[in-house]
């Protein structure tokens, strides 16, 4: 059964950094896409970055692209997102995620996406 627990939300001024981590168990994470995704109040999910499980290729949606880095460590079988020069309107519940079904790619939108955690806030305001 695949499970994974979230940590490393919280509250940051802007400008500040936070390193979210989502630690998996019965999986390995090179075996399936792995993504970030966020949900601000009133808003859609959205994507905003994924790691190809063959290649390791990694994709960002534009608003985070310099900023945020995804990686995955192996050994610890736990993927991470470091955000770096956060905004306010960075500010959401962002949500880890696996997809099972071997696509070709991994997807920047939620619904491939079928294993989710459990969500972490992350708010940055002065």
């Known amino acids: 059964q695949l499970q994974f627990v979230e940590s490393g939300g919280g509250l940051v001024q802007p400008g500040g950094s936070l390193r979210l981590s989502c630690a998996a168990s019965?999986?390995?994470?090179?075996?399936?896409?792995i993504g970030w995704f966020r949900q601000a109040p009133g808003k859609e999910r959205e994507g905003v970055s994924c790691?190809?499980?063959?290649?390791?290729?990694?994709n960002y949606a534009d608003s985070v692209k310099g900023r945020f880095t995804i990686s995955r460590d192996n050994a610890k079988n736990t993927w991470y997102l470091q955000m770096n020069s956060l905004k306010p309107e960075d500010t959401a519940v962002y949500y880890c995620?696996?997809?099972?079904?071997?696509?070709?790619?991994?997807?920047?939108?939620?619904?491939?996406?079928?294993?989710w955690g459990q969500g972490t806030q992350v708010t940055v305001s002065s």
């Open positions: 790691i190809n499980r063959i290649s390791g290729r990694t």
């Open positions: 995620a696996v997809d099972v079904h071997y696509r070709p790619v991994c997807a920047m939108v939620p619904g491939p996406y079928d294993h």
């Open positions: 019965g999986f390995t994470l090179d075996r399936y896409h």
